[in-house]
């Protein structure tokens, strides 16, 4: 079997751009995990996110104060739903952000979990009352959710494969 192997003819293997590009930024993932400040910084981004969400939402809110006294006074409309469903959906995501930034200092792939969580939060919920009040104008917070949300599946895929091979 030994002498069959050394005479078998090989192809060699094309590193295609699409396998180069993933390796590189394979390669720059572990580089940046192996640096000190990167959990916290993480943790920062998602946090900042979070506040910028919520700063968003509360804007909506004093811009549209007048609707507000309405619903205190019993009669609601249906923007006044749409921006406290936003709110509590905000409010929900961003606990389960805070929750996440508290789980980075024992567990990266758990921290990573409830970040991917808070950002299906704003995708699913959040986005579609934002959607339902200005429409295409909610197109660039929906992207960038989109993007953090690929971000952090790539994230969790590395925090797995980094499990096998520890085992």
Do not use: C
């Amino acid at each position: 079997l030994t002498q069959l192997l050394k005479h078998v003819q090989t192809v060699p293997v094309d590193d295609s751009r699409l396998l180069k590009i993933h390796r590189k930024v394979t390669d720059g993932y572990r580089y940046f995990w192996h640096h000190r400040g990167s959990n916290r910084l993480v943790g920062a981004v998602f946090l900042l996110q979070s506040i910028v969400f919520m700063i968003a939402v509360l804007g909506t809110m004093f811009n549209s104060v007048d609707s507000f006294q309405a619903l205190f006074r019993g009669s609601d409309s249906y923007d006044n739903r749409l921006i406290i469903g936003q709110l509590v959906s905000s409010f929900v995501a961003a606990a389960f952000v805070i929750y996440g930034a508290i789980k980075l200092r024992s567990s990266r792939a758990d921290a990573l979990e409830w970040f991917r969580r808070a950002v299906l939060i704003n995708l699913f919920l959040a986005e579609f009352f934002i959607f339902s009040r200005i429409e295409f104008g909610a197109i660039p917070g929906f992207l960038v959710n989109l993007l953090l949300l690929l971000v952090l599946h790539f994230a969790l895929d590395q925090e797995r494969q980094a499990r096998v091979r520890k085992v």
